[in-house]
């Protein structure tokens, strides 16, 4: 198996535009994660779905995120618009019932 | 709040040196705790997982143990090499999916 596959891996936008990130869970996973990574905060859980359903997204930050998962293969993360402060690194990981969630390589996001 | 806090927050050892790092938590209920490496540029991967009724785990040359009482665990490095340079991130499951992280400790290790 691949992995987790995030794309694009790196993103350099300007500030008001709108940025998705896009996330390959592991084939059979039925739970997928968004983090967000910064060097002030570590790793933070946006939201998670289990079964392509959002369970949980109190740590989305503001209405300019948002999540969806269309499919049990196909997940997106939205920021629109961007601001510099969204200026990190995104992890989608994914797991399967009670098991390790495996992490993708991330994408780096740079708001100008 | 559940907390989890790493120390030190970096150390530098020299290769073929020894190393321990210490991780605190306040999760509860608790479910797992997990020791995590992260590469530079790379999303974290699991070294050793522990539940409640572990007190030691060991990958190679990564050697976990956990004091479910004190709610302390640490992670110990034998022999390192300069491959074991990255962070290293304490994590703590509740009942749910939604893990607690530690900072991180970055190590360097030097030739």
């Known amino acids: 198996d691949a992995g987790v596959i995030q794309s694009p891996r790196h993103e350099v936008t300007e500030m008001g535009q709108e940025v998705t990130l896009r996330c390959k869970p592991i084939s059979g996973h039925d739970y997928l994660f968004w983090y967000r990574q910064t060097m002030m905060r570590g790793l933070e859980l946006l939201i998670y779905f289990n079964n392509n359903v959002p369970i949980d997204d109190s740590g989305m930050p503001e209405d300019r995120f948002s999540a969806k998962m269309p499919n049990a293969s196909f997940s997106t993360l939205k920021i629109q618009p961007s601001e510099p402060r969204d200026s990190a690194v995104y992890f989608c990981?994914?797991?399967?019932?009670?098991?390790?969630?495996?992490f993708g390589p991330g994408t780096r996001l740079t708001v100008l | 709040k559940n907390q989890v806090e790493q120390s030190p927050q970096s150390l530098i050892i020299l290769e073929g040196k020894n190393c321990t790092l210490q991780c605190n938590y306040t999760v509860s209920p608790f479910s797992n705790l997990r020791w995590y490496k992260q590469d530079t540029g790379r999303g974290p991967v699991s070294l050793t997982i522990m539940t409640f009724s572990e007190n030691t785990k060991s990958n190679g040359r990564y050697t976990a143990t956990l004091d479910a009482d004190t709610k302390q665990s640490s992670l110990h490095i034998t022999a390192s090499q300069l491959s074991d340079s990255a962070s290293y991130i304490c994590v703590v499951r509740p009942n749910d999916y939604k893990l607690s992280f530690g900072a991180g400790t970055t190590v360097t290790v030097r030739a």
């Open positions: 990981a994914s797991l399967q019932g009670n098991n390790e969630q495996f």
